[in-house]
């Protein structure tokens, strides 16, 4: 049973060896308040999750159980904050919102990062409590979570934009009260985006993400609701497209059927506006990484609960299938075709059989902070790399120069010299 659990549900993600970004997370949580401000400063992420994590790793220490547990408990607020606002927006009994909370709940996207060691996770419930203050009229916490939001992830600013344009737009007499609140997280701001503007400018010149083709614009209502990155997947799912065709039918037809109301528009401002607009930016500027845009799935998963309550119990109970459908299907694809960390069994296997004064040299950043989680930290280096070359991996502020090795070791102390996930020889000098 426990085989079953751990391997073919979501727990899976629990056990998995911790990745770059997770290591990353680690590295930079241990690191001294201070520094975590400094350094996230010249980096691409604020610095708040690293400070929660921080404190948290002092109580439960660095397991990756006990890491990616802080990120489970945003997702179980995030759950109930979802309740919530079903609950403020349908005025439907709690037994109809726990069907509707459970289709939140096996989310792909959103369950994903539930267990993963990074800030997604409460990028998203930063989200659901600034809408739902929002449209609760809660101007100081509405205020307090866009603050927080911002020092959570830059993307935010998305958010807090999206409640502006819809005030602007359909509530103006509610806008003059709002404004206030909305600028001041923004003015908050102000002090750490003119402390970091140039290493934010240096750092995106040489963002890692790829131009979009056309096809991605076919696929994005797809990747909206299962976060779905090719990238990360050794399978390529050609049933994206379908199933962005499915959604945009739901949309469109539920939209008509529904009155467009206030609500209807919000929610599609939430959901789409800056989403599509990363989208189009990213066909000449590539910007667009779907798990930086986890607001939206928060509130294109709102939308689709309440167009599917405004249906009739037939078609209700079908729609809801057929998400449950796609949601097996990728499911089974993130547990099969998207391992965490392939490198990890690379580094094991070199631990087994190097002596303890061996090193590890390593020819790609990007498994750095993976291997020092898993090594002994003092005895990996980066091998025939330039530290001042810039490289695509963020997260070269956390590497010191005294890592950067031009050398092989002598006899009979040998580097283990590992190029790619699961390649790496062995060299000395006599």
């Keep these: 049973m426990l085989n079953l659990l751990f391997n073919f549900t979501p727990l899976k993600l ?37 400070i929660l ?3 948290w790793m002092k109580i439960f220490g660095p397991s990756s159980i006990a890491m990616r547990s802080l ?17 403020r927006l349908l005025k439907v009994s709690d037994k109809k919102i726990g069907i509707y909370l459970v289709l939140i709940f096996f989310n792909p996207f959103l369950l994903y990062y539930a267990f993963e060691a990074r800030m997604y996770s409460l990028f998203a419930v930063l989200c659901i409590c600034s809408y739902y203050f929002f449209i609760n009229k809660d101007r100081l916490k509405v205020a ?13 600013l998305m958010v807090i934009l999206s409640q502006i344009i819809y005030l ?4 103006r007499h509610q806008f003059k009260k709002y404004a206030k609140v909305l600028i001041l997280p923004l003015i908050l701001a102000l002090p750490w985006f003119l ?15 790829q131009r979009l083709q056309f096809s991605s614009v076919v696929e994005s209502l797809a990747v909206l609701l299962t976060g779905y990155e090719s990238a990360y997947y050794s399978y390529y799912d050609k049933y994206l497209w379908m199933v962005s065709i499915y959604l945009l039918t739901l949309v469109v037809f539920g939209v008509f059927r529904l009155k467009t109301n206030k609500t209807t528009k919000m929610l599609l401002i939430w959901s789409f506006l800056f989403y599509y607009l990363v989208v189009i930016i990213s066909f000449f500027k590539p910007i667009f990484v779907p798990r930086y845009l986890i607001f939206s799935a928060v509130g294109f998963n709102v939308l689709m609960i309440y167009i599917i309550n405004g249906l009739s119990k037939k078609w209700s109970i079908l729609i809801l299938i057929s998400i449950f459908v796609i949601y097996i299907h990728y499911w089974w694809m993130l547990l099969i075709y998207r391992p965490k960390a392939h490198e990890v069994k690379t580094i094991m296997e070199i631990k087994k059989i190097a002596s303890d004064k061996d090193l590890l040299y390593l020819t790609d950043p990007i498994l750095y902070f993976t291997a020092r989680y898993y090594f002994d930290e003092k005895r990996v280096y980066l091998y025939n790399l330039d530290p001042k070359k810039k490289q695509s991996y963020y997260g070269l502020v956390l590497i010191p120069k005294e890592s950067y ?5 002598e006899y009979p102390v040998k580097a283990f010299i590992m190029s790619s996930e699961d390649n790496f020889k062995i060299e000395t000098t006599l």
């Design 168 to 171: 602007a737009i359909y509530e």
């Design 195 to 209: 402390y970091i503007y140039k290493w934010l400018l240096g750092n995106t010149a040489v963002f890692w993400a």
């Design 53 to 55: 994590l921080h404190f």
């Design 14 to 50: 629990v056990a998995e060896f911790i990745w770059r970004d997770e290591a990353f997370s680690y590295f930079m949580a241990r690191e001294n308040l201070m520094n975590i401000v400094l350094t996230t400063a010249r980096d691409n992420n604020p610095p708040l999750y690293y």
């Design 71 to 87: 990120s489970m408990i945003f997702f179980a607020v995030m759950i109930y904050f979802c309740y919530l606002l079903l609950k």
């Design 144 to 156: 307090i979570f866009n603050t927080l939001g911002i020092y959570t992830h830059y993307f935010f």
């Design 405 to 409: 090795i031009n050398l092989l070791p």
